[in-house]
């Protein structure tokens, strides 16, 4: 099973800054790397498929990178209503793991 | 739209059965795969299974194989996830979730969640 980790566990931000989090496989996934969002209370959102497409809807602040092993999200000018969980999850293998979550919240 | 519709909370006591449901709307039901995602409270999410409509293969995640089981009734486009004997431990949220391949993701809908607590 690949191991999927994320840091910072927690990552404070100022509203307009730019957030960056990181998302680490225990072996190569190659493209096939998702991130969602979730708030309190409710269940996760779609952000990005193959590392880099925003889905349906997604604003262009949201970004994504990296290939293999590495990859990054990056929210270039935080809103209030950014500040949430986000998952990585890798699904070139079945069962399709996702990282523990970088919780961003306002600094 | 898509909709992933799920049944509602359930209480039960250690040692008793439980089967929830997702009904799934908007879109071919028998060619996606569809499964289950835990999410205990305060954790992160984990894939319990997935099940293709179309053919009924399955596939469980290693730390739920024999756990749980996952069927589907393609003639209401309804998937199920069951257990047989419920523990404290399987106190979590249960969410619905249409990934777009057999590995799992990625997962453009979710439903909105099964609270399932069990206490004795």
């Known amino acids: 099973e690949i191991v999927m980790t994320q840091s910072p566990a927690t990552l404070s931000v100022s509203p307009g800054e730019r957030a960056t989090l990181s998302c680490r496989a225990s072996?190569?996934?190659?493209?096939?790397l998702a991130w969602y969002q979730q708030k309190p209370g409710q269940g996760p959102r779609f952000l990005i498929y193959?590392?880099?497409t925003r889905a349906t809807g997604i604003p262009a602040r949201f970004s994504g990178s990296g290939s293999g092993t590495e990859f990054t999200l990056t929210i270039s000018s935080l809103q209030s209503e950014d500040f949430a969980v986000y998952y990585c999850?890798?699904?070139?293998?079945?069962?399709?793991?996702f990282g523990q979550g970088t919780k961003v919240e306002i600094k | 739209e898509v909709q992933l519709v799920q049944s509602g909370a359930e209480v039960k006591k250690p040692g008793e059965s439980l089967k929830i449901s997702c009904k799934g709307s908007?879109?071919?039901?028998?060619?996606?795969?569809i499964g289950w995602v835990r999410q205990m409270p305060g954790k992160g999410l984990e894939w319990m299974g997935i099940?293709?409509?179309?053919?009924?293969?399955?596939r469980y995640s290693p730390s739920f194989q024999g756990q749980v089981t996952i069927s589907v009734d393609k003639s209401i486009s309804t998937a199920y996830l069951q257990w047989s004997s419920l523990k404290a431990s399987d106190t979590a949220m249960y969410y619905c979730?249409?990934?777009?391949?057999?590995?799992?993701?990625?997962?453009?809908?979710w439903g909105q969640g099964t609270l399932v607590t069990v206490s004795s």
């Open positions: 979730a249409r990934p777009w391949n057999r590995g799992g993701g990625p997962i453009d809908n």
């Open positions: 099940i293709y409509p179309g053919n009924s293969e399955t």
């Open positions: 193959g590392a880099s």
């Open positions: 072996q190569s996934v190659s493209s096939n």
């Open positions: 908007g879109y071919s039901f028998t060619s996606y795969w």
């Open positions: 999850q890798q699904y070139n293998n079945w069962p399709g793991t």
